[in-house]
């Protein structure tokens, strides 16, 4: 039973990291800086609505241009 | 809230619902033909019925008892994370730098694994069950639609619209249920790919209006800010795509590349 829950515990853990971070874990990165940011600009109108989604369009474009360069592997699953 | 924030929900859900969807059906037809239809149709009819309870146990108790401004920053992180990924993959395959997604490789890719391993004597219960064919289906539909719950959990949690929410899911898995059902293969015509762009664009919005919200921003026009910062990711969306084709062009053979994430 308790390896059960283990494995399953395992198995989840896993699951939620590919799912999350994956093969883009500067997404993951970028959100963080994001959240953060966010709380800094906690009380404003137009910077908050203006700056968070200039930062997460850059923050984009740095990992589309990091996934241009990936070298090619398996599947055309996605 | 808002009718329009609303409708952008209710797409955004059946949009990621049923592209999901469209992907989960290509495996769960592979099973039905390479293993047979009814160990294919129970894996998938369990997988459902696992995520329905999933939207239930995880859902309900996050409205009622996360305070709502800490659950705005975690489910619009969340559906930033979703959608900054979908959109980069989108802009990826539109400037011809990623392969796009072909249901008729992965379905014919799918149908001569599963046929292999049936040659190589992988048995049938007595009863006509497969358990390699219900685990397929099983797994298509569960993984696919993990997707699909976060996303129905998070707009619905964050808008305290779950009801809608999965009310919109359960709607894209009726029609594709039913076309799946109707012709019998993978729905290679479904623009997969455009539909993945536009709910990259609505999970990006909602994610940062979230993050935003949750963290004490005040949108300018309050729920109105959510079309505003749609429109803000189409032309984000179509400049990037601009800029690696023009600037940055593709190799002649577009990179295929599997992917683990959204």
Known sequence: ?78 | MHTSSTLVLVLAVFGASLVEMVEALTLVVAAGVSRGWRSALEGAAAAVLVLGVLVLAVGVPLIHYMPIDALRVVVGALLLVLGLNWLRKAILRSSGHKAMHDEDAIYAETVAELSEDSDAGSEHTSKGRDPVGFAVAFKGVFLEGTEVVLIVISLGAAQNRLGLAALAAVAAVVVVGIVGIIVSRQLSEVPENTIKTAVGIMLSSFGVFWVGEGAGIHWPGSDLAIPVLVGFWLVVYFSYTALLRTLLPAPAKPVIEEASTP
């Open chain 1, 1 to 78: 039973m308790t390896a059960a829950i283990a494995r399953a515990a395992r198995w989840l853990g896993r699951f939620l990291w590919d799912f999350i971070i994956g093969d883009t874990p500067e997404v993951a990165l970028a959100t963080g800086a994001i959240v953060a940011i966010a709380f800094l600009l906690a009380g404003s109108e137009w910077l908050g609505a203006i700056l968070l989604p200039l930062l997460a369009a850059g923050f984009l474009l740095a990992s589309t241009l990091r996934g241009r360069k990936r070298a090619p592997s398996r599947s055309a699953r996605s």
